[in-house]
Nanobody, 124 residues
């Protein structure tokens, strides 16, 4: 079974930093774009950041621009999300996702492979 494994979540104070990782296994991901989404209790899953296979394209939600950075290491089949200047409203379960290409990169329904999620909690 192919899968993505999210890790690196935890508890951090407002203004702090955290890096979450997503490792892919069971298959190759040539040509796949990858992304991070997040979901807080009682809210819909929302787009955070996306990156194309080559890394030449990155996109961010307005709420995280200038604070978060997405990157990938294709040799390790891993995508990262560096989160700086964290705010309490960033508190959510963070999910990584993958799909072929880079179309509809900010839409939940466009992704066919998801990680299990990792909890990020930002205290005030």
């Amino acid at each position: 079974q192919v899968h993505l494994v999210d890790s690196g979540g935890g508890l951090v104070q407002a203004g702090g930093s955290l890096r979450v990782s997503c490792a892919a296994s069971g298959r190759t991901f040539s040509g796949y774009g990858m992304a991070w989404f997040r979901q807080a209790p009682g809210k819909e899953r929302e787009f955070v950041a996306a990156i194309s296979w080559s890394g030449g394209n990155t996109d961010y939600a307005d709420s995280v621009k200038g604070r978060f950075t997405i990157s990938r290491d294709n040799a390790k089949n891993t995508v990262y999300l560096q989160m700086n200047s964290l705010k309490p409203e960033d508190t959510a379960v963070y999910y990584c996702a993958a799909h072929l290409g880079y179309s509809d990169y900010d839409r939940v329904w466009a992704y066919n492979l998801w990680g299990q999620g990792t909890q990020v909690t930002v205290s005030s």
